[in-house]
């Protein structure tokens, strides 16, 4: 790739670290030989066939890897074009690279790409294209004003009983519209190593209204295991920290890093949650179904979270597809996003109102369970603003009249309530009360 930066780091942070905690009740186990030897990890016949073609050279256990797959991450023009048959706008938009968010592809992940199909949904969401070049009105490098909020170095604190820990401003596989986007690649004034973490924590501990702490990035899940059970056991030594949060995309783009091991180690830190970001059907293989089991197993409550995506996932049936995919998986979708107005973004985002056709598409048409919050993520730091369709269309004296999925009318006993008269759409719509069935026809 021309004019690439290079990344801040090229390798899963902190893989051979060594550290002392200094609270030994939650000291790593550093007996070698509690340390689990090679799992086998499935692969699919896709990515078997895969492997064979382009990776002729790694076996089924470079493959299974993580470290495999984070050292030989798709990063340039020639690498992608060994694989992929590029358009002339990716080709172009790749070429005029510089600065940060660069390329950067697991071949686990490249596996899922369509070879000729430009427009295939998870192909667009990480190969550049000369939409991201262009800005428009409302965008910023830091639309959502973390920086703003940043307590101490890496730590934002925005809502009153819980804080966002930046860990790293490391992934396996960078999303093209990724809201921290000015925190990879080179030149960039993020800083994050042990002494950043401790500060951080130190934060916490002088906060005693935290309550909860989402580790994201980056993305904490490359974080090496000595590395990742130091942060983790520090934060567990806070007393009043009662739970922790992980935010990752890791099962879903480099699966095979969900491991024994990895498992082993943090269940031993519950009650921790983890909020897994999924994009399409598409990526729900045998190997995110092996992670998210691996995962669950160890007592780990699961989340989705989905960014909507113009012309990617903005139909009301393929966000069913994921929505049922990831429950039987045993994870909740938890949110759906507005896509943030992040710097060069315009070409991924859809209306606001796209996400409510499909919140009501979704609703009465498959399970609660598998219906996420559509939130926007408010502009410079107000934070996530939940949205609905609109199910109330007016008032009739003490009956609130409400509408169901399938665009019935219902009366609601409300006496005295006045949710409804300033929306009474009631006379608009030239309904009247039907006595009989109880319903406004």
């Known amino acids: ?53 382009f990776y002729p050279n790694a076996s089924t256990h470079d493959w299974n890897d993580w470290k495999w797959q984070v050292r030989n991450r798709i990063k340039d023009l020639r690498e992608l074009s060994r694989i992929i048959q590029l358009s002339d706008d990716e080709r172009t938009a790749i070429e005029k690279h510089t600065g940060s968010l660069p390329v950067g592809i697991t071949p686990y992940y490249a596996s899922l790409f369509n070879e000729t199909d430009a427009n295939q949904g998870l192909r667009r969401t990480h190969i550049p294209v000369n939409g991201e070049y262009l800005r428009v009105r409302g965008e910023f490098d830091d639309p959502l004003g973390e920086d703003h909020d940043t307590a101490t ?51 916490i501990e002088a906060h005693p209204e935290i309550r909860d702490c989402l ?30 949060r992980i935010g990752t995309k890791v099962p879903v783009v480099m699966p095979q890093r969900i491991t024994p091991q990895l498992t082993k180690i943090l269940k031993k830190y519950h009650p921790l949650w983890m909020s897994i970001h999924f994009t399409h059907p598409d990526e729900l293989t045998p190997e995110v179904h092996e992670a998210c089991a691996r995962l669950a197993n160890a007592g780990i409550p699961l989340g989705s979270q989905t960014v909507l995506l113009k012309g990617i996932n903005d139909e009301i049936s393929i966000m069913k597809s994921l929505m049922q995919g990831v429950l039987k998986m045993r994870v909740k979708p938890y949110y759906l996003y507005q896509c943030d107005p992040i710097s060069g973004s315009a070409h991924f985002r859809t209306s606001v109102e796209k996400g409510l056709e499909i919140i009501r ?52 006993a409300d006496p005295g309530g006045s949710l409804g008269l300033s929306q009474n759409k009631l006379r608009k719509a030239g309904l009247r009360y039907d006595e009989k069935s109880g319903i406004y026809k």
């Open 1 to 53: 790739m021309q004019n690439q930066s290079t990344e801040t780091q090229s390798e899963p942070p902190g893989s051979n670290l060594q550290i002392t905690p200094t609270f030994p009740s939650y000291a790593p186990n550093k007996d070698a030989s509690a340390q689990p030897k090679t799992h086998r990890f499935p692969s699919s016949q896709h990515s078997k066939e895969f492997r064979k073609r």
């Open 153 to 203: 170095p890496g730590l934002v604190h925005r809502y009153p009983d819980r804080v966002l820990f930046l860990t790293t401003g490391f992934c396996s596989t960078y999303c093209r519209y990724c809201t921290r986007s000015r925190m990879v690649g080179g030149g960039n004034e993020y800083s994050f190593n042990i002494s950043q973490w401790e500060k951080a924590a130190q934060y």
């Open 215 to 244: 580790l994201s990035g980056g993305d904490p899940l490359t974080i090496g295991d000595d590395k990742l059970e130091w942060l983790l056991a520090r934060l567990r030594s806070i007393k009043h920290l009662e739970f922790l």
């Open 361 to 412: 598409g979704l609703r009465g048409h498959t399970t609660g369970y598998a219906i996420p919050t559509f939130v926007v993520d408010a502009p410079g730091g107000g934070g996530k603003i939940p949205l609905l369709p609109d199910y109330v269309i007016g008032r009739n004296g003490d009956d609130l009249l409400l509408t169901n999925f399938e665009g019935g009318t219902y009366s609601y």
